[in-house]
């Protein structure tokens, strides 16, 4: 049973749009959410994080939203460029630690010139 | 470099062997965790070392897994029997404050059970 879900398996977007990247979750002792980034042949890098005591976090282009009641994140990356072409994973934990963090199956945005 | 080391690279191994994968993390990270990532799949946490002890070891998958951290640096994960399914990319990180998103992983180890 996957507790931490990324319906959408791939996104393309033009350079220059928004990218809008969606993660749900089902576990409701989840209280601290992360998104990492991806490159062939590298291992994971942290992009962003967020508390469940707050509702957004934003970091130059990146910006994720958290709905605690519809158990739903989003990534908002604006303005979209090349170079965030990624396979990007959203992650949970409990007790706010990253500890055990429990992955989704990831996206691959790929951003279009 | 500064970063996670992991060894080997690629791995392929008959079904039954015994391997280990090295983890050489980031210089003063207390924190060292094992992931193990699947095709087509997310990362999934297998274990968890603050200092030289395994402080959370619920993710390996039977015992057939083991991980050691004898000095508080280096790691090795080691897999005994090897199976078909323990096929994956075994990633390695670390960090220094195990209360935050701050991972640095390495690049992994792909094994391949033949």
């Known amino acids: 049973d996957q507790q931490v879900k990324q319906n959408s398996p791939s996104l393309s977007v033009q350079e220059g749009r928004i990218s809008i990247l969606n993660c749900d979750y089902t576990?409701?002792?989840?209280?601290?959410f992360l998104w990492y980034k991806k490159y062939p042949a590298e291992g994971p890098t942290f992009l962003i994080s967020?508390?469940?005591?707050?509702d957004k976090n934003e970091d130059g282009r990146f910006t994720v939203f958290l709905n605690k009641s519809a158990k739903h994140l989003s990534l908002h990356i604006v303005p979209s460029q090349p170079g965030d072409s990624a396979v990007y994973f959203c992650?949970?934990?409990?007790?706010?630690?990253?500890?055990?963090?429990?992955f989704g199956s990831g996206t691959q945005l790929t951003v279009l010139p | 470099g500064a970063g996670v080391s992991q060894t080997p690279s690629n791995k392929v191994t008959e079904k039954g062997k015994y391997v280990e994968l090295r983890c050489d993390p980031i210089?003063?990270?207390?924190?060292l965790y094992w992931y193990r990532q699947s095709l087509g799949q997310g990362p999934e946490f297998l274990i968890y070392?603050?200092?030289?002890?395994?402080?959370?070891d619920s993710g390996l998958p039977n015992d057939r897994f083991f991980a050691v951290r004898p000095e508080g640096s280096v790691s090795t994960l080691k897999i005994q029997r090897t199976e078909r399914g323990d096929s994956a990319v075994y990633l390695c990180?670390?960090?220094?404050?195990?209360?935050?998103?701050?991972?640095?992983f390495g690049e992994g180890s792909r094994l391949t059970v033949l």
């Open positions: 210089s003063g990270h207390t924190a």
């Open positions: 576990n409701s002792m989840f209280d601290y």
């Open positions: 992650a949970a934990s409990i007790h706010g630690s990253a500890r055990q963090l429990t």
């Open positions: 990180a670390s960090g220094t404050d195990p209360d935050t998103g701050e991972l640095f």
């Open positions: 070392f603050q200092g030289t002890g395994a402080a959370d």
């Open positions: 967020i508390s469940s005591i707050k």
